[in-house]
């Protein structure tokens, strides 16, 4: 009988968790893939998510009343859940513990593992990393006893892999968890990274691109501002926003609240830039997309944004809400449109030496290999 490795998707609908089922079948062929949803798990456990509620409100009830929380950020991260979601996972999978070669969990809010079973994370946060962007507010973080709960995720994991490496020292610095049990070991791209013919006149067409749900925490308003003064030097500039449609009085801008995925690319081949200034960003695939599509990056120096960017390099990083050092940048980008060429030809190289997903599933058995010898 084959050997097994259960697979945890702690968010099973995320288009990251879809890519990953995708490569540990393509590339661990070895042995069957045990798949276990959390979120179809809990939906036979009414009763928990009712319990669980009460215990929402007692940690984060007065915060969600006064709207300084929203519900739907903090229902799952309450000590209660935490200790019912461990339960469960063990309930389904500890009578075939010995099926399994190892554990690997997507995602890190709760902790998986299995006594005596080699056990992987791959994640891109995790909660204290919220600590290292400016200005964040230590009251946004969860409760205090999840926190001490969510040490036992890293200690207990044989190996956390990591997409970014601010991720890798926060759960180094804030959880006390060894620099052997963690490695950064980046992710690939969910589009296929081949070279791509631009539509942006050869970059001379002064099209800034950004493309974010969250306008404000991804910065749009900082970009606006920038892109007025941007105006007063380069009158035929154009902003192009994806994913918000507001409401500005802007000239030479164009405004879609919702692109197809399938349907991004076409935006991306008729920039010339990509900007997306964010105030706090656990990943950002965006940005290997439009590196994937050789675009010059504008953006800020936080999270995992310096992974994908080295300055003067590929393009330009400056500091959250730094509105004169971002204008800077883009008029130094869309006054130069060689300059836009060579730093998107860098970004281009760097999604395919790095941001690959054999590169990544390579360094990911490197690791798991030494766990099983």
């Avoid at 959880?175 to 006149?201: D, H, I, K, M």
Wanted: aromatic share 12%; with cysteine; charged share 20%.
């Amino acid at each position: 009988m084959r050997k097994k490795i259960a697979f945890i998707r702690i968010w099973s609908a995320h288009a990251f968790s879809k890519a990953t089922t995708r490569i540990l079948e393509n590339y661990f062929t070895d042995f069957d893939l045990d798949v276990i949803e959390v979120p179809r798990l809990l939906r036979s456990y009414p009763l928990v998510l009712l319990i669980n509620f009460l215990h929402v409100m007692r940690f984060y009830g007065l915060d969600i009343i006064r709207r300084k929380k929203r519900l739907r950020d903090y229902f799952f991260a309450t000590p209660y859940m935490f200790k019912r979601v461990r339960e469960i996972l063990q309930k389904r999978l500890l009578p075939h513990k010995q099926d399994y070669i190892f554990t690997f969990q997507l995602f890190s809010l709760y902790d998986a593992s299995l006594p005596g079973i080699p056990h992987f994370i791959y994640t891109d946060h995790c909660a204290l990393a919220n600590l290292e962007y400016p200005g964040f507010d230590r009251r946004q973080l969860y409760c205090q006893p999840f926190i001490e709960l969510e040490k036992q995720v890293y200690q207990n994991a044989t190996c956390t892999f990591t997409l970014s490496n601010h991720v890798t020292r926060a759960i180094i610095q804030h959880y006390g968890v060894s620099p052997e049990q963690v490695t950064c070991v980046y992710t690939g791209s969910n589009a296929p990274v081949e070279a791509v013919e631009l539509n942006n006149n050869r970059y001379q067409n002064k099209n800034i691109l950004f493309v974010g749900f969250d306008w404000e925490r991804k910065g749009g308003p900082q970009l606006v501002e920038a892109f007025k003064t941007l105006l007063r030097v380069h009158p035929d500039a154009h902003l192009t926003i994806i994913g918000h449609s507001p409401s500005l009085n802007l000239p030479n801008y164009t405004a879609i609240p919702y692109v197809p995925t399938n349907d991004l690319p076409e935006y991306y081949r008729k920039a010339s830039v990509f900007c997306m200034p964010t105030r706090l960003e656990p990943f950002g695939g965006v940005f290997v997309e439009a590196m994937s599509h050789s675009l010059p990056i504008v953006s800020t120096n936080i999270g995992a944004l310096p992974d994908f960017v080295t300055n003067g390099e590929n393009g330009y990083l400056v500091a959250p809400d730094d509105i004169n050092g971002l204008t800077s940048a883009l008029v130094k980008l869309v006054s130069n449109p060689e300059l836009c060429r060579n730093f998107g030809q860098a970004s281009y190289q760097r999604v395919r030496d790095r941001y690959n997903w054999e590169s990544v599933i390579n360094r990911m058995k490197d690791r798991i290999q030494q766990s099983l010898n």
